[in-house]
């Protein structure tokens, strides 16, 4: 998803958990969503799930990574992806297809009994079901974290938050968000800590980290119109393939010395199957709404316990620890002002 | 820009005991020094808190100066220098532009040690203000260890306690699931200093112990401080080094509302 592809030219800066406490972040819903129901499984590469065979790998981790990021005071709003845009279909036919085909391979894996492969192809076959989004959202009203339903792009909407000050940063693991504007993009907010390396026994300790926009078009000397214009050659989610033999380095150059894809496509031989007027317009004006709410709540212990426990299968001491732990410490950091704050 | 100065011994162990209590809340910050005096003024890295510590060249036996600057420092490392003080040591600091080290020797008949200490660079994009006002409508001198006590007690019950100012007693309070703290202290009382007790209003609010803790630790038990504070304000903790200076150290209070204006907007210096 997104212009991934983007991180081989800038790199971010490692940030600490606390250095984000009492900051409002805007979450990608579904990119972290995705993230969970790929990372969340049991021994098997199988999603996690009730007795009732409803999924719980993602309720699973918006409990336990929440927590985690609620303990440290950062203020979440979670943002979900609205109606698909006309320019994104070829993306999600795209995205439809390599499930597909992840599914046959699953069904071959099975049958050859290669649980290894079980596992690293059936993180890629699952899809978010309605269901799925209900019990999410359900969940994060009772952990007192607002959300909000985007009328498109879940990323432009975020980014529209951030660069109206309404939300501090933009949390999702995509580059998007910088391409629609957001000052601050945190990536791996939710993947921190020490993690498994797929298909091998090694760790390593992931950081999170912080990538300023006014930074990134210093350090790159781009405008933010050009950013956009390099990206669009590299590719999106609004034209996946980009252009055929033109990686992050290459649009770079191009964009660099010609400024604009009207000046690239000129002067250098490559073919752009692209609307990419289009394309920009989708990046400086996405559509968005103005109409959202953004009261944080208190976490509802009762109410978890009662959805997951009672209805979910989740282990209630277990619960009631971490969100008892987790409101003792939001609250104790929320509380504690800053002096600074005094001053002005 | 260079220094010379020059401490004996008494005054060095002021100069560390000060550097102490800030470096166990501050590992990096700047030492301005002016004509007058040396200073140091910082937040702590999460801003809640912060240090006003001015020594002036009446503590120093030899004050030379020829410029108003600032070093960045690693306090931790120069607190661990100052701390192996010996009891026979005057204690000199020079500093020379051209090689950005400052130069911590300590002198005894016959003897001589020395460290230096590398200048660091230190990002400080909000730099506490010059003047700092802080508004008190409650305000009294305490005895060090009276308040240290009151700390240590309140500790066993929370990370946090309340301060209640009343025109005729102060009540020092907190409270956990199932266990409470209370201690009441009237202006006649040997631990405050009566004529000191001044209450403008009724004034009430909660700070954290941790903070309040780490500075009282390095206060010896003998010293008088003032405390002045606000309701829902910030609390300063003066403690005067007679004619020689002072160390002020000032935090923000907690607040029991979490929520924050849902049409809050971030600022520049929030970035």
Same mark, same amino acid.
């Given at each position: ?80 992806? %609205? ?38 192809? +059936? ?64 990536? *791996? ?17 992931? *950081? ?22 390099? +990206? ?113 | ?7 004996? *011994?008494? *005054? ?59 070093? %960045? ?11 192996? +003080? ?73 990370? =946090?306690?309340?301060?209640? +100012? ?19 202290? %009237? ?60 160390? =002020? ?23």
């Amino acid at each position: 998803m997104g212009v991934k592809k983007i991180s081989d030219l800038i790199k971010g800066e490692p940030i600490e958990l606390s250095d984000l406490s009492r900051k409002r972040l805007a979450v990608d819903a579904y990119n972290i969503l995705y993230q969970f129901l790929a990372s969340i499984r049991g021994m098997d590469g199988s999603l996690l799930k009730n007795i009732d065979g409803m999924v719980t790998s993602h309720l699973s981790g918006l409990l336990y990574r929440n927590a985690r990021l609620l303990q440290h005071g950062i203020k979440l709003v979670y943002v979900f992806d %609205g109606k698909p845009s006309e320019l994104k279909k070829e993306e999600i036919r795209r995205r439809v297809k390599l499930k597909e085909k992840a599914r046959e391979e699953l069904e071959e894996a099975r049958e050859r009994g290669d649980m290894e492969r079980v596992r690293t192809v +059936a993180q890629r076959t699952v899809s978010l079901t309605e269901d799925m989004l209900k019990d999410a959202k359900h969940l994060l009203r009772l952990m007192g974290i607002p959300y909000i339903e985007a009328p498109q792009e879940g990323e432009a909407q975020a980014a529209y938050l951030a660069q109206h000050r309404k939300v501090w940063g933009v949390a999702s693991q995509d580059f998007d968000s910088l391409l629609f504007g957001a000052p601050i993009l945190i990536r *791996n907010l939710t993947l921190s800590g020490r993690r498994k390396l797929p298909r091998s026994n090694r760790y390593i300790t992931v *950081n999170v980290e912080i990538y300023r926009r006014e930074n990134l078009l210093k350090e790159l000397n781009l405008t933010p119109d050009q950013l956009i214009d390099m +990206a669009i050659l590299i590719g999106t989610d609004f034209n996946p393939d980009g252009v055929k033999g033109v990686g992050p380095k290459t649009a770079y150059k191009y964009i660099q010395q010609y400024g604009t894809i009207e000046k690239v496509l000129e002067n250098v031989n490559i073919e752009l199957n692209a609307d990419y007027e289009e394309i920009r317009e989708v990046f400086r004006n996405p559509v968005i709404t103005e109409d959202y709410d953004l009261s944080f709540g208190e976490i509802d212990i009762e109410g978890i316990v009662e959805f997951l426990c009672e209805q979910r299968g989740f282990d209630e001491a277990r619960v009631r620890n971490v969100l008892s732990k987790t409101k003792e410490e939001q609250k104790s950091i929320l509380q504690q002002k800053r002096l600074d704050s005094f001053f002005s | 820009m260079s220094f010379d100065l020059q401490l004996d *011994n008494e *005054n060095s162990k002021i100069l560390a005991s000060n550097i102490s209590i800030i470096s166990s809340i501050v590992s990096e910050c700047f030492l301005s020094i002016n004509k007058d005096s040396i200073q140091i003024k910082t937040f702590d890295p999460t801003r809640i808190s912060m240090f006003d510590f001015v020594l002036k060249k009446e503590a120093f036996q030899e004050f030379k100066v020829d410029n108003s600057f600032s070093l %960045g420092l690693n306090l931790e490392t120069f607190n661990n220098m100052l701390k192996t +003080a010996k009891k026979d040591e005057v204690l000199n600091l020079n500093f020379d532009e051209r090689e950005q080290r400052l130069r911590i020797v300590f002198k005894a008949k016959n003897r001589e040690r020395s460290f230096t200490l590398k200048m660091i660079d230190i990002k400080d994009d909000n730099p506490p203000p010059d003047k700092v006002k802080i508004l008190r409508t409650a305000q009294f001198n305490i005895d060090a260890s009276f308040f240290q006590q009151v700390l240590k007690d309140s500790m066993m019950i929370s990370d =946090h306690f309340k301060i209640h +100012a009343f025109p005729d007693k102060v009540i020092f309070s907190c409270s956990s699931f199932s266990n409470e703290m209370e201690t009441v202290v %009237g202006p006649e009382s040997e631990e405050i200093e009566t004529e000191s007790f001044e209450i403008i209003e009724e004034s009430e609010s909660s700070y954290s112990l941790e903070f309040l803790n780490n500075f009282m630790k390095g206060i010896r038990s003998s010293e008088t401080l003032t405390i002045g504070f606000a309701t829902n304000k910030p609390i300063i903790l003066e403690y005067n080094l007679e004619n020689k200076g002072y160390l =002020h150290y000032m935090l923000a209070p907690r607040i029991e509302s979490v929520a924050d204006e849902e049409d809050y907007e971030y600022d520049d210096e929030d970035y």
